[in-house]
C-alpha cells in the first residue's frame, strides 16, 4: 500500500479502495460502485464485497479522509442514522484507526477499515474479524496547529472563565479583554481568524459544542490537553535581589513602580499558589515583567543569590499575564496559569495543583 506523505484525500482513498490495496488479513475486498444512491438524496461514498474464503457479503462504505475524534463520531453516527441497501451492512472508512476506535465500533455493531492494516469488520452469525497495532503511516503529515500552547491556547484558557458564550465575536473580545500585554503594553490583540480556528479545533476534539451557543463540553479533557501541551515561559533574562523592603511593602513598591512606568508585572503561577491553595514554599517573590532594566535602575536592592527575596523574569510570553487577577494594587497570575506551573513542578507541586484543579472546576459549575 502507498505511503503518503501528507493526510491522504477522499479520493485517493477511494482510489486505494478500488484498487485493492486495502489489507485486512484474511479478508479481501472488492469495489463494487461508487456513490451508490440510497433513500432521498442521500450517497454513500462506495458499495464494496468483502470476502472470506466462500462467504460474501455487501458493505455500504462511508469515507471520512479526517482523523479528528469529531469525525469519527460524524461518520458513526451518519451510518446509524441513514437506510442502506437491502443485504448490505454498514463500514467506515478513515486513514487510521486507534484500537480504542476499533473498539467503539465492535460496541456500535459498525465495521470499519483503514490504511494501515486495522480494522474491524463484523458480519452477525457468521464472523467477525478484529485487527489492531498498524501503525499511523500519516503521523508526519503536517498537523494542525497545536491550539493548547503558545497564544492560541488563550482560545481554550478562555472557557476556564466561561463555559458558554454566545459567539465568536464574544470570545475574541473576551481574550483580548484579559489579556495585560494588549492592554498595557504592544501587544497586538489575537485575532478574529485564530479565535475561529481554535475553535474549530476544540469542536473536532469534542471540547466544545457550537450550536445556538459555543459551549464547553469536557472542562476535564479541556484542563488536561492545557497541561499536556504546557510550554515553560520563554525567559529572556533573569534577576534575583535582595531588597531592603518584603511582603506587602515590596508588592505596594513593585506596583507603583510599575505603573508610573506604565510597565505590566505580575507574580508567577509559583508566587501566586497561596492565593488559590495550602502550599509551603520559599519566601521569594517571583514576577513577569516585559522590561527589567526599567525597574532595576529604580528597584533599591542588590543582585545577589545569597537570600534575595525578589527575582525577576524577563518575558513577553502573552498566556503568563493572561487573565491576570488583581488583589488591591497588585496582579496575581490566574488559577489556571497557577495550576499549569504546579503540574510542570515535581510530586509536591503536582500533589498541590489537585486544589487548583477543583477550584477551577468548581468555578466552572457556577457560571
Given at each position: 500500500?502507498?505511503?503518503?506523505?501528507?493526510?491522504?484525500?477522499?479520493?485517493?482513498m477511494?482510489?486505494?479502495?478500488r484498487?485493492?490495496?486495502?489489507?485486512?488479513?484474511?479478508?479481501?475486498?472488492?469495489?463494487?460502485e461508487?456513490?451508490?444512491?440510497?433513500?432521498?438524496?442521500?450517497?454513500?461514498?462506495?458499495?464494496?464485497?468483502?470476502c472470506?474464503?466462500?462467504?460474501?457479503?455487501?458493505?455500504?462504505?462511508e469515507?471520512?479522509a479526517?482523523?479528528?475524534?469529531?469525525a469519527?463520531?460524524?461518520g458513526?453516527?451518519?451510518?446509524k442514522s441513514?437506510?442502506?441497501?437491502?443485504?448490505c451492512?454498514?463500514?467506515?472508512?478513515?486513514?487510521?484507526?486507534?484500537e480504542?476506535?476499533?473498539?467503539d465500533?465492535?460496541?456500535?455493531?459498525?465495521?470499519?477499515?483503514?490504511?494501515?492494516?486495522?480494522?474491524?469488520?463484523i458480519?452477525p452469525?457468521k464472523?467477525?474479524?478484529?485487527?489492531?497495532?498498524?501503525?499511523?503511516?500519516?503521523s508526519t503529515?503536517?498537523?494542525?496547529?497545536?491550539?493548547y500552547?503558545?497564544n492560541?491556547s488563550?482560545?481554550?484558557?478562555?472557557?476556564?472563565l466561561?463555559?458558554?458564550?454566545?459567539?465568536?465575536?464574544?470570545?475574541?473580545?473576551?481574550?483580548?479583554r484579559?489579556?495585560?500585554?494588549?492592554?498595557?503594553?504592544n501587544?497586538?490583540?489575537?485575532s478574529?481568524?485564530?479565535?475561529?480556528?481554535?475553535?474549530?479545533?476544540?469542536?473536532?476534539?469534542?471540547?466544545?459544542?457550537r450550536?445556538?451557543?459555543?459551549r464547553l463540553?469536557?472542562?476535564?479533557?479541556l484542563l488536561?490537553?492545557l497541561?499536556?501541551?504546557?510550554?515553560?515561559?520563554?525567559?529572556?533574562?533573569k534577576?534575583?535581589?535582595?531588597?531592603?523592603?518584603d511582603?506587602?511593602a515590596?508588592?505596594?513598591?513593585?506596583?507603583?513602580?510599575?505603573?508610573?512606568?506604565?510597565?505590566?508585572?505580575i507574580?508567577?503561577?509559583?508566587?501566586?499558589?497561596?492565593?488559590?491553595?495550602?502550599?509551603?514554599r520559599?519566601?521569594?517573590?517571583?514576577?513577569?515583567?516585559?522590561?527589567l532594566?526599567?525597574l532595576?535602575?529604580q528597584?533599591?536592592?542588590?543582585?545577589t543569590?545569597?537570600?534575595?527575596?525578589?527575582e525577576?523574569?524577563?518575558?513577553?510570553?502573552?498566556v503568563?499575564?493572561?487573565?491576570?487577577?488583581?488583589?488591591g494594587?497588585?496582579?496575581?497570575?490566574?488559577?489556571?496559569?497557577v495550576?499549569?506551573e504546579l503540574m510542570?513542578?515535581?510530586?509536591?507541586?503536582?500533589?498541590?495543583?489537585?486544589?487548583?484543579?477543583?477550584?477551577l472546576?468548581?468555578e466552572?459549575?457556577?457560571v
Open positions: 500500500m502507498k505511503q503518503y506523505r501528507k493526510m491522504p484525500t477522499q479520493k485517493e477511494l482510489d486505494q479502495l484498487r485493492g490495496l486495502v489489507v485486512l488479513t484474511p479478508l479481501s475486498f472488492r469495489f463494487l461508487e456513490t451508490s444512491s440510497v433513500s432521498g438524496n442521500r450517497h454513500f461514498d462506495a458499495l464494496i464485497e468483502v472470506w474464503n466462500q462467504n460474501m457479503a455487501k458493505f455500504a462504505v469515507c471520512k479526517l482523523s479528528t475524534p469529531k469519527f463520531w460524524d458513526i453516527n451518519l451510518l441513514q437506510s442502506i441497501p437491502k443485504g451492512y454498514t463500514m467506515l472508512f478513515r486513514p487510521f484507526f486507534s480504542r476506535q476499533l473498539q465500533l465492535e460496541q456500535e455493531r459498525i465495521s470499519g477499515i483503514d490504511l494501515c492494516g486495522n480494522g474491524v469488520v458480519i452469525g464472523y467477525a474479524v478484529f485487527r489492531s497495532g498498524g501503525r499511523n503511516k500519516f503529515s503536517a498537523p494542525i496547529k497545536n491550539i500552547r503558545k492560541s488563550m482560545v481554550s484558557r478562555v472557557f476556564c466561561r463555559s458558554s458564550y454566545a459567539t465568536v465575536q464574544e470570545i475574541y473580545l473576551e481574550i483580548n484579559r489579556n495585560l500585554l494588549v492592554n498595557r503594553w501587544k497586538k490583540p489575537i478574529l481568524s485564530t479565535v475561529s480556528k481554535a475553535l474549530k479545533t476544540l469542536e473536532e476534539d469534542l471540547i466544545v459544542a450550536k445556538e451557543i459555543i463540553l469536557q472542562p476535564d479533557k488536561e490537553k497541561s499536556q501541551y504546557y510550554d515553560p515561559p520563554a525567559v529572556k533574562k534577576v534575583r535581589l535582595k531588597v531592603s523592603v511582603g506587602k515590596l508588592r505596594e513598591l513593585l506596583m507603583k513602580l510599575a505603573d508610573t512606568m506604565d510597565l505590566p508585572i507574580a508567577t503561577g509559583i508566587s501566586s499558589v497561596n492565593q488559590y491553595a495550602v502550599m509551603q520559599e519566601d521569594i517573590l517571583s514576577i513577569y515583567c516585559p522590561r532594566e526599567m532595576l535602575k528597584l533599591p536592592g542588590n543582585e543569590d545569597r537570600f534575595p527575596n525578589l525577576l523574569l524577563e518575558t513577553e510570553d502573552e503568563l499575564y493572561f487573565d491576570a487577577r488583581q488583589e494594587d497588585f496582579c496575581w497570575a490566574s488559577p489556571l496559569q495550576y499549569l510542570a513542578g515535581d510530586k509536591r507541586d503536582q500533589e498541590t495543583a489537585g486544589q487548583v484543579l477543583l477550584l472546576l468548581k466552572l459549575e457556577q
